[in-house]
């Protein structure tokens, strides 16, 4: 079956203390994403991923780092947590990005609950 | 650069009844314009989207979408609302080349009343 399997599902972490959810796509797709869902802003794009070794940032990168090693996996990092970043975390992936465009369908994970206290 | 809004954060309609979901959304290029859908504790999936083909787009579960230039809008329909379509519906926008980017609108909730 085709996914993206996100862990964990959800979490209860404390400020200053790093962690990894880590995002798995068997799509065999090039592009990946992270988003962030908060209450009225919908979602905001954190980082991307274009390629293996190739990431950059996107609307909300801040106190977050992310790592493109091979082409099924993008973990999303938390150094040191902060209670903002306290949020519903997605990852997607998609094949169909032309000239720098989408041009076809984002395929979600089933989100990651981060509570940081 | 481009954008989205979605017009109301919560709309109710009775079983049976019409669904309208309003986006609007402002775009420097020709928009590639998207509804998902993210049902409770579930990520979004697709429901349909425009790509300039026709204008007038049939997604999945029974929805469509009009894309009407002239009126920067991609709204979205269903003529009968079903208990299941109570969801959380987002209108997104493919960004300008070489943006990489998806901007979503801040999302609509969808009640269905029995």
């Known amino acids: 079956e085709a996914q993206v399997t996100q862990n964990p599902r959800y979490l209860i972490t404390v400020t200053g203390k790093k962690l990894t959810v880590t995002c798995s796509q068997n799509m065999n797709h090039e592009y990946m994403s992270w988003y962030r869902q908060d209450p009225g802003l919908g979602l905001r794009q954190i980082y991307y991923s274009m390629n293996v070794e190739v990431t950059d940032k996107g609307d909300v990168p801040e106190g977050y780092k992310v790592s493109r090693k091979e082409k099924r996996n993008f973990p999303l990092i938390l150094e040191s947590p902060s209670p903002n970043q306290t949020s519903l975390y997605f990852c997607?992936?998609?094949?169909?990005?032309?000239?720098?465009?989408?041009?076809?369908?984002?395929?979600f994970g089933e989100g990651s609950r981060l509570t940081v206290l | 650069a481009q954008s989205v809004t979605q017009l109301g954060s919560h709309v109710s309609v009775s079983e049976g009844a019409l669904v309208l979901l309003r986006c609007n959304y402002s775009?420097?290029?020709?928009?590639?314009l998207f509804w998902y859908v993210q049902y409770p504790n579930q990520g979004l999936q697709l429901l349909l989207k425009y790509t300039s083909a026709a204008t007038l787009v049939k997604g999945i579960n029974g929805f469509e979408a009009e894309f009407k230039k002239s009126e920067t809008s991609f709204h979205l329909t269903k003529p009968s609302a079903h208990m299941r379509d109570a969801a959380e519906y987002f209108c997104a926008v493919s960004g300008a080349s070489g943006t990489y980017k998806y901007i979503f609108g801040t999302g609509t909730r969808l009640k269905v009343l029995a």
């Open positions: 997607a992936s998609s094949t169909a990005v032309v000239s720098g465009r989408y041009t076809g369908e984002l395929f």
């Open positions: 775009s420097s290029v020709p928009p590639y």
